[in-house]
């Protein structure tokens, strides 16, 4: 009969430590994804200067799209949680839209090689970050899905782990697309 009880409880302990050490492995999926995610936005934000530089030749009046470009740039850059970062890209995204609305009045810009690069690196990145955040996402509903399950809940909430948020877009992002010429 020791034995059984014995068998039973090594039973238990592993099954726990097997559920622990899934938790630990869940956690850092999501902190390594959040990162990837990072990653990707660094370089939108490094790419994000050059091509403002090449369209600043071309149209030298049009220093608002410029200033709002910087301001919600420096936003994205200071912003933490995934909730204020997918706010603060929401902004970034519409200001890189006025400055691709100002380069479509100016046919010589659109035919410069350097901001053509420039542009298909941000279409690239954006591609990216998309996959990234996608990733990301997949890999909290994951984790939030592992602490909210019995007995995971239970031993969760003993080790303080809490549930992750989504990188979600916002506002005008989930509209429809307006295509005009």
Do not use: C
Request: net charge neutral; aromatic share 12%.
């Amino acid at each position: 009969m020791g034995w059984i009880i014995g068998i039973i409880i090594l039973i238990v302990v592993v099954y726990l430590i097997s559920l622990y050490n899934r938790l630990v492995v869940l956690k850092n999926k999501v902190d390594n994804s959040w990162a990837q995610v990072d990653v990707q936005l660094k370089r939108r934000y490094d790419l994000i200067p050059n091509l403002v530089e090449s369209v600043k030749g071309y149209a030298t009046h049009e220093k608002e799209v410029f200033e709002n470009i910087a301001k919600a740039r420096q936003v994205a850059i200071s912003a933490q949680s995934p909730a204020e970062k997918s706010q603060a890209e929401n902004q970034l995204t519409q200001a890189l839209r006025q400055l691709f609305a100002v380069a479509e009045a100016y046919p010589e810009l659109k035919a410069n090689e350097n901001f053509m690069q420039l542009q298909n690196e941000l279409s690239e990145t954006e591609n990216k970050i998309a996959y990234s955040r996608q990733f990301y996402n997949d890999t909290v509903f994951m984790y939030n899905s592992s602490i909210e399950k019995f007995p995971a809940n239970v031993f969760a909430g003993m080790f303080g782990y809490k549930k992750r948020e989504y990188f979600e877009t916002q506002g005008e992002e989930r509209e429809p697309v307006k295509v005009q010429f």
